[in-house]
């Protein structure tokens, strides 16, 4: 299909009219200097169009921080109920780098043991993707997600007016949205302003010094340098990077007996390779006991250990770890001085 | 049977004890759980036989050293509950001044009559089962150790500090709000409650178990805190804590 243009308004009337068929959740602005969060929409005005990145990304709709899985009943006979919540949403105002996180949670959640919460939320999502506002923390063109062509119903980007803006349908349910939104073809200069503003947006001034297809490579010269305790002296150990990253999926299962004691719940919460219990195990043994041994596992994770195993990387590059934190444990940052103090070669391996 | 609870009181403001009777929804539900037979905010009767004594208040007399110690006798689980009677919390921060200094400060002349010795939790006096942290505790968390202990179960107390349940909450951080936080270094379990109101956490709750003290020194001076204040926002709920300088 040829490239559309609509404007802010039809973006706001195409908003109005998901409302009316469901649950809409978009970008709202919150206090504080430049914070947003997904939120529901009550009023088409309130999406934000421009923002840099919210500060827990989407996932938190497919993957809730709390989550109930099971409740029972004790006593004579004793009952046991899956519980899978789902319900059709549209999450609108994604960027490419989350768009990008949504792929890798979904590779993940249903690789060896098709997780039903997860998937039967994501399966009920239809999104309208939007081009960014990058800030000094964004490293999605060093990650490959600055762009992406899938993932979407419709991918939106301003025009330099900022009063419309260039529509990209990605699936059949998008072009279903478009219908009785007003909208006229791309000219062939719009497009070819497309084209140049990807452009700025992939020469982005934070970057790896290295090609990340070769960082699964690189850390195996890695585990043993002394750049992790230097980063890992500030750090708290407070799971803000892991909690807030698109592409984190680890949790925790605790049951909760009601106070009756006849009654009672599984539930799953958000759990962070940076907490100190995480890699505590039943006898009281702690695999990670210090900071620098998670910090490091952190990175090998996201860089190594689940890139080799799905064949992509599992950091898309938004710096919402690094914005969060509060000691500004970056990326960027730790990958190139490890770069720089052992080179590219990586180590051989055996 | 169902355990016998009592309900002691030291130096405190006895918050924590009310913050019991406040479990509103949930209190029929713990009395069938526990029988409780002590208790001066809420009952006449003063059992000298208990299962379960939950102490508010640090100990900061020789009387109260006395009668922790006697408590201590009677009871199976001995379960400090808030912060004074957990880490001391703020009645430690008198500890900085001679006793002598600070009677005369509160009562003048009249100072010398009093017994008071510098304030510590029931941990130093006592050997102790559980402890709730807090000021107040956390009513949830109280229920829930409630049942566990009528349960046999060990409790557990979050291992992980409040930003944890602060960006759960998707809170913006305080700091980026122009304001300061404990929360980096202070045990989660409240539901990082004060930030989720805009405020920063004064750290009521105690440290986490590895609280990185350094970092956030740094970090709060960085965010524009002089060194004094650094030193106020660290002793305001944890001054007894020995791994201060
Ligand atoms: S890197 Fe930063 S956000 Fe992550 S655990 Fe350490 S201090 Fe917290
Ligand atoms: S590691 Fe950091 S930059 Fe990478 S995806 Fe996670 S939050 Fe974003
Ligand atoms: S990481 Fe990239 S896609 Fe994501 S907000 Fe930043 S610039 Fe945009
Ligand atoms: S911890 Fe706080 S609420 Fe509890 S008794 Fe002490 S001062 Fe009162
Ligand atoms: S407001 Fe406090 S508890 Fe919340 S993230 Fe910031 S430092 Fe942590
Ligand atoms: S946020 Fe901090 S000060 Fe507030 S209740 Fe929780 S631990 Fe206490």
Redesign the interface.
């Known amino acids: 299909m040829t490239l559309q243009v609509i404007s802010v308004a039809e973006i706001r009337g195409l908003l109005a009219q998901l409302m009316e068929q469901g649950r809409v959740v978009a970008p709202h602005k919150r206090p504080g200097d430049r914070q947003w969060a997904f939120e529901d929409l009550t009023d088409p005005a309130d999406a934000v169009l421009q923002y840099t990145t919210t500060i827990i990304p989407a996932k938190k709709y497919a993957f809730p921080p709390k989550e109930t899985l099971l409740r029972y009943e004790l006593g004579q006979a004793p009952s046991v109920t899956a519980v899978v919540d789902s319900e059709p949403l549209v999450l609108f105002g994604v960027h490419t780098c989350d768009l990008y996180g949504l792929t890798a949670l979904d590779t993940a959640f249903a690789d060896h043991f098709a997780d039903a919460n997860y998937l039967e939320k994501r399966a009920k999502m239809r999104i309208i993707g939007i081009e960014c506002v990058p800030d000094e923390w964004c490293f999605c063109a060093s990650m490959g997600t600055a762009t992406i062509d899938s993932g979407y119903e419709l991918f939106l980007t301003p025009l330099p007016d900022e009063e419309h803006y260039i529509v990209e349908v990605g699936s059949d349910a998008g072009d279903e949205m478009l219908k009785g939104i007003a909208s006229r073809e791309a000219t062939a200069g719009e497009v070819s302003y497309l084209k140049t503003h990807l452009n700025r947006k992939i020469t982005q001034e934070r970057h790896l010094d290295s090609d990340y297809t070769a960082l699964p490579l690189l850390f195996t010269g890695f585990a043993e340098s002394p750049v992790w305790e230097k980063w890992a002296e500030k750090c708290y150990g407070c799971g803000t990077c892991n909690l807030t990253c698109p592409t984190c999926f680890c949790w925790d299962v605790l049951d909760e007996m009601g106070l009756a004691l006849t009654t009672g719940e599984r539930r799953r919460e958000w759990d962070g390779c940076m907490l100190e219990g995480f890699a505590r195990v039943a006898t009281g043994e702690n695999f990670r006991e210090n900071r620098t041994e998670r910090l490091r596992h952190r990175f090998f994770r996201k860089y190594a250990y689940l890139f080799t195993r799905y064949g992509k990387p599992y950091c898309c590059g938004c710096g919402r770890c690094v914005r969060q934190c509060l000691v500004k444990i970056d990326p960027v940052g730790v990958i190139n001085e490890l770069i720089a103090a052992h080179g590219k070669g990586g180590a051989l391996i055996g | 049977m169902k355990p016998t609870v009592a309900v002691f009181s030291f130096t405190g403001c006895e918050g924590c004890s009310l913050a019991i009777l406040e479990c509103e929804n949930?209190l029929l539900?713990?009395l069938?759980?526990v029988q409780l037979v002590r208790w001066r905010e809420a009952m006449t009767e003063t059992a000298q036989e208990f299962d379960i004594a939950l102490v508010d208040g640090s100990i900061s007399t020789h009387h109260d050293v006395k009668k922790v110690k006697q408590i201590r006798e009677l009871c199976k689980l001995l379960v400090p509950i808030g912060a004074c009677a957990h880490n001391a919390g703020l009645n430690a921060l008198k500890n900085r001044y001679g006793m002598g200094q600070v009677k005369e400060t509160v009562y003048g002349d009249a100072g010398a009559q009093f017994d008071t010795i510098p304030a510590c939790p029931v941990s130093a006096v006592v050997p102790i089962d559980f402890a709730l942290p807090g000021c107040p505790i956390d009513r949830g968390e109280f229920?829930?150790t409630v049942?566990d202990l009528c349960?046999g179960k060990t409790p557990r107390l979050p291992?992980?500090?409040i930003?944890?349940e602060c960006?759960?909450?998707?809170?913006?951080?305080v700091?980026?709000?122009g304001k300061f936080c404990m929360?980096?270094?202070t045990r989660a379990g409240c539901g990082a409650i004060c930030p989720t109101y805009g405020d920063g956490c004064e750290g009521c709750r105690g440290f986490?178990?590895?609280?990185?003290q350094?970092?956030?020194k740094?970090?709060l001076a960085e965010y524009g805190l002089t060194a004094r204040e650094v030193m106020q926002h660290f002793d305001m709920f944890n001054s007894y804590d020995d791994r201060l300088p």
């Open positions: 949930e539900d713990v069938n759980l229920v829930r049942r349960l291992t992980y500090p930003c944890v960006k759960k909450k998707e809170n913006v951080c700091f980026f709000q929360g980096p270094v986490v178990d590895d609280p990185n350094n970092a956030h740094e970090t």
